[in-house]
């Protein structure tokens, strides 16, 4: 039993895998189901099987996508609440963060989905509430903690996190989604650019001192 | 030959609103140069002979739009540079531009244009390059400019047009490619949520006075 359904489950893997892959290189439209099953090396009946149609192949596809590449990251802003040195680690955070929205799939899979939102509207809202706005809140949470410890002030947690998110990656992310992410990647220094927002949004969050 | 040259190009205007209205309703994909050429009620030898091709005529269609929703804005940006009460012109510059990035057919002209990015990469570059762009720039030069005048502490000006811009409209900005404008509109105070991005950039280039 567990034999049938470990192979089920690693067609269903191999399925999104080829599927995530034409996806992304030829987008959404200029993608076949016949096409994805020829890459998995399955039936067009298996496709169908597993995941319904199209649409339903590519919301799985973009939701698995994101559970891979987001949840971890959210596990280290949850980390960043212990910091012991926050300069530090809030930049190098930044840092990562910046180099992470920046890289190549990350783009592409925003593109896709971007580009299919007037078609495919639940594409959309399930790609914004998996990713941005999960990334959002975990550093609003993390901004709350940090308040209660002393070291940042942060009356409106959702729109701090919102200023350090868009400081860090805005015009990047934004310039990215026209030229692609490793052009975009190639034309900043990642620490310095990030340093630079940081600095930034401590001016603003850093608690006010008695000499202020 | 006033009247020739007018009438030729008000049918090229005409080709171009019912080209705009159609691409941002249904898509690149999802429009023949047929509808577009049914609309204006012109041939469609007309059309091409005007734009070439369909590709050629979304440039055109892009390129105009840019123009007239860009170019006032880069104005009024130029005018802040003579500002005689900074807090108070800035907050309102930055909430104008917040609603303007908003308003859906701007919203949906930036969708269209990355959705087609990785076939048409010279349309994600003219979107680019005539849109944020040149409004960054216009901002880096204003703020050069507060700087000379004492009024802002600035010392990468690029930087700071980039942070200004992303504090104010960057995630309202991007939520809006998934959710599109309106909605996205309605969920914040505009004027409120413009203050709060002005006063974290204040906070990182005010000058320094004597006392800090």
Redesign the interface.
């Known amino acids: 039993m567990t034999e049938v359904l470990g192979r089920s489950a690693r067609k269903r893997q191999t399925i999104l895998s080829a599927g995530r892959t034409l996806f992304l290189s030829n987008?959404y439209?200029g993608t076949s189901v016949d096409q994805i099953a020829a890459s998995a090396e399955v039936s067009k009946q298996t496709v169908y099987k597993h995941f319904g149609d199209k649409q339903e192949l590519l919301l799985a596809i973009v939701d698995s996508a994101l559970e891979a590449s987001v949840t971890p990251f959210l596990d280290r802003i949850a980390l960043l609440a212990d910091t012991t040195d926050l300069d530090a680690d809030l930049t190098a955070l930044a840092t990562d963060y910046l180099r992470a929205v920046l890289l190549e799939p990350v783009v592409?899979l925003?593109?896709l989905?971007?580009?299919?939102?007037?078609?495919v509207p639940e594409l959309?809202?399930l790609?914004?509430e998996q990713a941005?706005a999960r990334t959002?809140a975990a550093f609003a949470a993390c901004f709350s903690r940090l308040h209660d410890r002393g070291l940042l002030y942060i009356p409106?947690a959702a729109?701090a996190a919102?200023?350090f998110?868009?400081?860090v990656v805005?015009?990047c992310?934004?310039?990215a989604?026209?030229?692609?992410g490793p052009p975009v990647l190639k034309s900043v220094d990642p620490a310095r650019?990030a340093q630079?927002?940081v600095?930034?949004?401590l001016?603003?969050?850093r608690p006010r001192t008695a000499a202020?």
Not at 113 to 119: H, L, P, S, T, W
């Open positions: 987008g439209q592409q925003r593109r989905v971007v580009g299919e939102a007037n078609r959309a809202r790609y914004y941005p959002l409106e729109v919102e200023h998110a868009f400081l805005g015009r992310i934004d310039q989604l026209f030229y692609g650019h630079a927002g600095q930034v949004f001016a603003g969050y202020d």
